[in-house]
């Protein structure tokens, strides 16, 4: 499913590019695109675990 999310946000944010590229571009489409490619992009990862350590300093 995974893989699947990846390629359909790459195929979104590559006709937000091409839509770019007309003589007319259409801004909204260009917005969308990109608004669903971040998206897909932070859902994907919230799911990769954090280098950060977890340190509790009470000082």
Known sequence: MKTL?????FVVIGFA???QS????????QCIGVLVF????M???????SNKKDEDHDI
């Open 5 to 9: 999310y990846i390629i359909l946000f």
């Open 17 to 19: 590019f091409y839509e």
């Open 22 to 29: 007309k003589p007319n571009p259409n801004i909204w489409i």
């Open 38 to 41: 971040f998206y897909g992009m």
């Open 43 to 49: 859902k994907l990862m919230s799911k990769t675990p």
